[in-house]
């Protein structure tokens, strides 16, 4: 299988939000939702916000605007400033005073500043948003691929293969789709069907290895420790191919790619 390993890396930008990648994009794990968390610290933050702290940092403006600025002020002014003056003290009286009769011009800062926050939350189109799952970075339409990732002992997950499509969400994940994987949790390794198949559970992996021959039409998983191959799926592809990775809910540990080396050939039997 060394012969047809490849380099694989998440693809950040079909992450799922709960997923947390690291900076070489090797490794993934699941954890509290970063954009929602973000989101409720900036909100947070907002609701410490005082008058003073806002006057201190937009002292320069009030200053041009010799003191806290009135309509008057604003517009004995000519040429760009008094546009840019008027502007911001439209948007300002917008707003209205508080009690104190400071303009609560924070409140302009603090909506655009969360329309920014929550646009990013939002994520981008590649992103899995329902689903809890990555691509690897690089696809394929031809030739034969292998590639091994470290699942470790106290994971759950679903790991395989699926096909280039716009659609992401709000499907099932299974071959007639466009994705052939297989998934272990609670004490039960099977593949992802409409009519699953369970398979040995000695031959749960801590490592495993996935195979892809394109023109072949065939996906293979193999316990890589053991040196024994775990299920087969067959069938005929005409998109491009990604690695798929999904570590689930209760996943304790990282999802690694790991390095392929040297060994023996797996064993193809059943009984290996």
């Not at 006057?55 to 840019?84: A, Q, Y």
């Not at 707003?95 to 603090?110: D, I, R």
């Not at 809890?132 to 990732?149: A, I, R």
């Not at 191959?229 to 690694?256: M, N, R, W």
Request: charged share 35%.
């Amino acid at each position: 299988m060394v012969d047809h390993a490849v380099d694989v890396t998440f693809d950040a930008d079909t992450a799922h939000v709960k997923l947390s990648l690291s900076d070489d994009n090797k490794c993934l794990k699941f954890v509290e939702l970063k954009e929602k968390k973000d989101c409720e610290n900036f909100k947070e933050k907002c609701k410490g916000s005082s008058s003073m702290k806002f006057e201190e940092e937009h002292k320069e403006d009030t200053e041009r605007f010799g003191g806290k600025p009135t309509e008057n002020s604003m517009l004995n002014v000519s040429g760009k400033d008094k546009d840019k003056k008027t502007g911001l003290f439209n948007r300002m009286m917008k707003k209205g005073q508080n009690n104190e009769g400071t303009l609560q011009v924070e409140e302009v800062h603090k909506e655009e500043a969360t329309e920014n926050l929550e646009e990013k939350c939002k994520g981008t189109k590649n992103k899995f948003k329902y689903n809890q799952c990555v691509l690897g970075m690089e696809g394929y339409d031809k030739g034969t691929h292998y590639w091994e990732v470290d699942l470790g002992k106290k994971s759950q997950w679903s790991v395989g293969i699926a096909q280039e499509t716009e659609k992401r969400d709000n499907i099932q994940m299974y071959p007639d789709t466009g994705f052939w994987s297989i998934f272990y949790k609670d004490g039960e390794l099977k593949t992802v069907e409409p009519s699953s198949t369970f398979l040995p559970i000695e031959l749960t992996p801590e490592k495993l290895g996935v195979f892809m021959d394109y023109e072949g039409g065939q996906i293979t998983f193999f316990n890589v420790e053991k040196k024994c191959h775990i299920h087969s799926f067959y069938g005929k592809f005409t998109k491009k191919l990604y690695p798929f990775f999904g570590p689930l809910i209760d996943c304790k540990e990282e999802l690694k790619i790991s390095p392929v080396v040297k060994r023996d050939k797996p064993s193809t039997s059943k009984n290996c």
